[in-house]
């Protein structure tokens, strides 16, 4: 694993145009982060209401609704 100076002093020798380019990734790994994070919150939501639902997804008309699709 790469230290954080160590990568400050690769940073520190390049040229503009390649630092816009790792600013760019530096968000998409921000983006991702957070997106995994949101991904996690709805999962626990799911499975929070999974019991409350399941009472009125396990009725027999709820299998007529679907029956056709």
Do not use: C, G, H
């Not at 919150?41 to 499975?47: E, N, P, R």
């Amino acid at each position: 694993m790469i230290s954080k100076e160590a990568l400050l002093k690769k940073i520190e020798s390049l040229p503009p145009n390649i630092l816009q380019e790792i600013a760019i990734y530096i968000e998409y790994i921000e983006f991702k982060k957070n997106r995994i994070k949101q991904d996690q919150v709805i999962d626990d939501i799911t499975l929070a209401s999974e019991k409350i639902l399941a009472k009125d997804w396990l009725k027999p008309e709820e299998d007529q609704t679907w029956a056709d699709l």
